[in-house]
């Protein structure tokens, strides 16, 4: 496999040879499962070869390496992407074949492995993906859960939550690493001795409880270069009794309490996306995965080099997001505590190392942790940041002198709270956000005092995403497509795809590309029948919005405007009307009141509107239970029209849109995060562009908002569908189903306006732009041009073209090459 000639038959024979040592069976007895498994298992024994002439080149060339620090990644299934990035899915799948063996059935088996929420999760998986397709060396680091996301299962329109047991049957890919395994210590109190010898004090945490990290290493397979990276995550283990000291040996309330300690800590991903939620437990993910990590870093660094005070030369740790900020501290306490640097040394070397990324100005999900919980868990991190904290603002006093309200804005602990994104944005060499108006808008706004103060570290990353995984992986047909017109170098360069421009004006080359998607939409078709048992047309217009459920995001919108055009088509059945389906998959955090019922809305105007017959199927609604990157791929390749809804200015980039533009579908969207971009590279003639603008939205929010009312009573359509939430129309006659819906709209309530989110606001000019759409779609070839335009002009938005400017600009990391 791989360049090494790929041997079909000694393939075929390790397949077999699996299944009768692991199971004892043969492979017309074998269960799908366990075909998994046996299949993985032998594409793993390649893997190991290049993962282990990856390591010795490491070994050998000692180059820079990168430490992405991340809570989350949300990876997907790993068998058929690591099959294609080994450039062996053909043969494989024709290997398979001959053993009577569907190779796509094979993937299907496979749990998605999901330790991600949204966004945030992918980026990070489609960072590692680019990383070692460009032969940059780097470790991910994060938390093996035991529960990933939830599934969502749809009851009676109602989100549930079912527990994902991605770990049943076993990983194949993943090899367990007891030897690198780390304590991790929580609680207990600091005694200060003083050492006459040093003539320091040394810092001595006591009366702890610990935990043994355990890693997990997983292979990140460059595209066709051999190239195998690492994703490391941890899980948790009871420290047992010869690790503990004598005073804690024989003790067995102690003993019992670390055992649960280490379960808990592993155990579930928080499924919040963009919002903090402030729990102990978080703050214990966030260290045990940090302080394990970081010593690992370290063992590993002192291998080769014996001055910890040269680490920025050969180690980058970048954080994604605020989530593992601790990293700040935790480096410096082993800086100081364990190899004895004086605290200047230590910064000095800590500043150089680390780099923050900002995904998100919402102000809910800022971490702020309580002080006394903080302290209470860690003590010692606690006393760096206190004096990380004091050094800072004496900085911020000499060079703004007076000016106390700035040092209350900018202190790390303030008001009984540690703020991490202040202590990652001080201690950072970097900062950047994740598209060009984010950045301007962290600079400018919410974080105008550290751009003053520091500007030199803030800079952008417009986000990317893998054309791996999301077109050759998920689209296949028009994967092949492109190939067969532009050759196969896009694969690895994506700005290659404007070259598929000089076909936007050959009707035969539209003709093939039209029914590529026509043939992706039935696909997706037969998918919803399957698991929706909704039929559809897959020549009604796709129009799509999978995202996480937010209310910024406005999927309300969106369904708001589905219910004014049933209005529409119920008073004017003459009218004329494109047949249009709209899909929807979104999970909803368990505990997030809002973005439930916005689903059960969505699945109450589906049963109506699917149902009534007198509209002749002109609107279908499909929402698609658990959205997940398996089914994504999927969705991505038969969408018309990609939903980028969001209010102007609150989503940070967006990566989905990036996707659907990939695989040719225009973008319906504001001006916000990525969109901008993606209109920059593909024309606004190629979009449908509508609302407020950033500048708009932020005005108004700086001057106390706008009055919905205003819109409510002068526009009747808005008014009428806005009463339907609460007339019974969508609830069988139940007037209080939606009542905080549409309270959401025109009551404020406490401190939250009325219609935060703008839809009111933006809901003309969203529904004129879905009237743009509909003429648009009907100009068959007009619109496969738009399509098409899409697709040859998304060649920015590849993670391979982010990775290489962070590469560039933040982390100067060296090349490895691998040889076959
Ligand atoms: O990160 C993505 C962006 O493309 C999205 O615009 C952004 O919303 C997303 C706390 C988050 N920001 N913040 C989070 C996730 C989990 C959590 O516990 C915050 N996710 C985003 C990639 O840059």
Redesign the pocket.
């Known amino acids: 496999m791989y360049s090494k000639r790929f041997e079909k038959e000694a393939f075929k024979e390790e397949v077999k040879n699996n299944i009768k040592n692991l199971y004892r069976k043969t492979i017309e007895e074998a269960t799908g499962r366990q075909i998994f498994q046996a299949v993985s298992l032998a594409v793993k024994e390649t893997i190991i070869d290049y993962w282990l002439a990856t390591q010795a080149e490491m070994e050998k060339e000692d180059p820079k390496t990168v430490y992405y620090m991340s809570?989350?990644f949300l990876m997907g299934r790993a068998l058929g992407n690591n099959l294609i990035n080994m450039t062996a899915y053909k043969e494989v799948k024709e290997a398979l074949d001959e053993m009577g063996i569907d190779l796509n059935a094979v993937e299907d088996e496979e749990p998605d492995p999901a330790l991600g929420?949204?966004?945030?999760g992918r980026?990070a998986a489609c960072f590692l993906d680019s990383l070692a397709t460009l032969g940059y060396p780097a470790y991910g680091c994060g938390i093996r859960y035991r529960y990933g996301m939830f599934k969502q299962k749809i009851e009676n329109g109602y989100q549930v939550e079912v527990p994902d047991n991605w770990l049943k049957d076993g990983n194949p890919f993943e090899i367990r690493r007891d030897e690198y395994a780390k304590e991790v210590r929580f609680g207990g109190d600091v005694r200060i001795e003083y050492d006459p010898v040093t003539k320091r004090n040394n810092f001595i945490q006591e009366n702890y409880s610990s935990v043994l990290a355990v890693p997990y290493d997983m292979p990140i397979i460059g595209y066709g270069n051999h190239v195998v990276n690492t994703l490391r995550i941890w899980d948790a283990e009871a420290i047992t009794d010869f690790h503990l000291d004598a005073f804690n040996r024989g003790d067995y309330r102690h003993a019992v309490e670390q055992e649960n300690l280490a379960k808990m800590i592993v155990d579930v991903l928080?499924p919040?996306?963009?919002?903090?939620a402030g729990k102990e437990l978080r703050l214990k993910q966030q260290y045990f995965f940090i302080s394990a990590s970081l010593q690992a870093l370290l063992v590993r660094y002192k291998k080769k080099h014996d001055d910890v005070r040269k680490l920025h030369e050969k180690v980058t740790i970048q954080m994604n997001?605020t989530?593992p900020t601790l990293a700040v501290a935790e480096l410096m306490h082993l800086l100081i505590d364990q190899e004895g640097l004086e605290w200047d040394e230590a910064w000095d070397v800590t500043t150089k190392t680390v780099a923050y990324t900002n995904?998100?100005i919402m102000a809910e999900?800022l971490e702020k942790w309580p002080v006394d919980l903080f302290s209470r868990l860690l003590p010692r991190i606690y006393q760096i940041i206190q004096e990380i904290d004091r050094r800072f603002i004496e900085q911020v006093r000499s060079r703004y002198p007076g000016d106390e309200g700035r040092v209350a804005r900018m202190a790390i602990i303030r008001d009984g709270q540690v703020k991490m994104a202040h202590l990652a944005i001080v201690a950072g060499y970097s900062v950047n956000g994740?598209a060009r108006l984010h950045t301007e808008i962290l600079k400018h706004e919410e974080l105008k005092d550290f751009y003053d103060m520091m500007p030199e570290k803030f800079n952008n990353k417009t986000?990317g995403i893998t054309q791996r995984r999301f077109l050759m992986h998920g689209n296949p047909l028009l994967a092949d497509w492109v190939t067969k017109r532009i050759g196969d170098g896009w694969i690895t360069d994506l700005s290659q795809m404007s070259r598929l421009k000089k076909y936007v004006d050959d009707p035969k080359a539209l003709a093939e590309f039209r029914e590529i998607k026509y043939q992706n939409k039935l696909r997706l078709a037969e998918y919803i029948k399957k698991y929706n048992g909704i039929e559809v047309d897959p020549r009604s217009i796709f129009d799509v919005q999978v995202k996480r459920l937010h209310e910024y995001k406005r999927q309300f919108l969106n369904i708001l405007h589905v219910m004014y055009l049933y209005n529409q088509i119920k008073d004017h059945p003459e009218m004329y009307f494109y047949p249009r389906t709209f899909i929807f998959g979104a999970k909803a955090a368990a505990g997030y009141v809002r973005a439930k019922e916005t689903i059960k809305l969505i699945n109450s105007v589906a049963d109506v509107i699917n149902n009534d017959k007198s509209i002749n199927g002109k609107i279908k609604v499909v929402f698609i239970e658990d959205y997940r990157v398996s089914n994504a791929e999927i969705i991505f390749a038969a969408a018309d029209v990609s939903e980028q809804i969001s209010t102007a200015s609150k989503?940070?980039?967006?990566?989905g849109n990036m996707k659907f533009m990939l695989n040719g579908a225009p973008t319906l969207g504001t001006m916000d995060?990525a969109n901008v971009e993606i209109v920059e590279e593909v024309g606004i003639e190629n979009a449908f562009i509508f609302g407020l603008s950033s500048d708009e939205v932020i005005n108004f929010e700086n001057n106390g908002g706008y009055n919905p009312a205003d819109i409510y009573f002068n526009d009747w359509d808005i008014k009428r569908v806005v009463d339907q939430l609460i007339d019974g129309t969508y609830s069988n006659g139940d007037r209080e189903m939606y009542r905080d819906l549409y309270d959401s709209l025109v009551n404020t309530h406490g401190q939250e306006r009325a219609d935060r989110y703008f839809i009111l606001k933006d809901f003309r000019s969203y529904a004129d732009a879905q009237k743009r759409v509909e003429e648009a779609y009907k100009d068959r070839e007009g619109w496969a041009k738009k399509a098409l335009m899409n697709v040859a002009c998304c060649g920015k938005f590849s993670s391979d073209r982010t990775i290489q400017e962070y590469v560039d600009d933040i982390w100067h990391l060296d090349h490895i090459k691998v040889d076959a």
């Not at 929420?117 to 945030?120: E, W």
């Not at 919040?272 to 903090?276: G, I, K, Q, T, V």
Request: charged share 20%.
């Open positions: 809570m989350e929420n949204g966004g945030l980026l928080y919040c996306d963009d919002h903090y997001d989530h995904h998100t999900a994740v986000n989503e940070a980039s967006g990566t995060g």
